[in-house]
């Protein structure tokens, strides 16, 4: 069955604009998650959601946001970009939030600001 | 707060060799702890998980609660072994799905 599809692959965008990036999980599973990947930072959480709800958020600032819709597809938004918001966003999916389950991930995308 | 420290950032070892990649990690409550894989242009993927206690491609990874550790280990690496890896642990209950990861070692296994 297909992966975790993550759209678009590449974006730049320059600061004070916002960006939307979008997530499909793999058919059958309702846990989504984004995480932000950086050379500095590595691999940080973001938020989870499960059942269209927000589950679990991780320190990051309001700008970054996210929802989910019925079929599960995801979106993640930041607004107001700044520079060091350049990073891998990944997304992953999961039959059901908790651990324990398996973290299947896409491909990412590759945000860059100028 | 949970934390995950990976000490070595590159690893090199040569084919036949065995190799020991570090995992340590801070948490009072009871954690699962995951390694997870990222080949050259691939996207991140399962290798193990503890509570499996499973054998993936010749590695295993035994969590040692009084060390907090979960080192990875095989004991002849192959060249196809080159490539990152993550640790990662999830607290459980209110956390979730989410993990926490370390910052991962590049492994390169060289012929």
């Known amino acids: 069955k297909a992966g975790v599809t993550q759209t678009p692959r590449y974006l730049i965008k320059t600061r004070g604009q916002q960006v939307t990036l979008s997530c499909s999980p793999i058919?059958?599973?309702?846990?989504v998650s984004w995480y932000q990947q950086t050379p500095g930072q590595g691999l940080q959480f973001l938020f989870e959601?499960?059942?269209?709800?927000?589950?679990n958020k991780g320190n990051f600032p309001g700008r970054f946001s996210g929802r989910q819709f019925s079929n599960s597809r995801s979106e993640m938004n930041v607004s107001t970009l700044e520079l060091g918001d350049s990073a891998l966003y990944l997304c992953?999916?999961?039959?059901?939030?908790?651990?324990?389950?398996?973290?299947?991930f896409g491909q990412g995308t590759r945000l860059t600001v100028v | 707060a949970q934390r995950v420290t990976q000490p070595e950032k590159l690893l090199s070892v040569f084919k036949g060799a065995p190799v020991e990649l570090k995992c340590n990690y801070s948490?009072?409550?009871?954690?699962?702890l995951f390694w997870y894989v990222q080949y050259s242009r691939q996207r991140l993927q399962l290798l193990l998980r503890h509570i499996s206690r499973e054998s993936i491609k010749g590695f295993t990874a035994d969590l040692n609660k009084g060390e907090t550790s979960f080192h990875l280990k095989k004991p002849f690496a192959q060249e196809e072994d080159s490539a990152m890896y993550y640790c990662?642990?999830?607290?459980?209950?209110?956390?979730?799905?989410?993990?926490?990861f370390g910052q991962g070692t590049i492994l390169t296994v060289h012929p």
């Open positions: 990662a642990l999830n607290a459980g209950g209110t956390s979730y799905g989410k993990l926490t």
């Open positions: 948490y009072s409550g009871s954690p699962e």
């Open positions: 058919s059958g599973h309702r846990s």
């Open positions: 992953a999916s999961s039959v059901q939030p908790g651990g324990g389950t398996e973290a299947f």
């Open positions: 959601y499960f059942s269209e709800t927000q589950r």
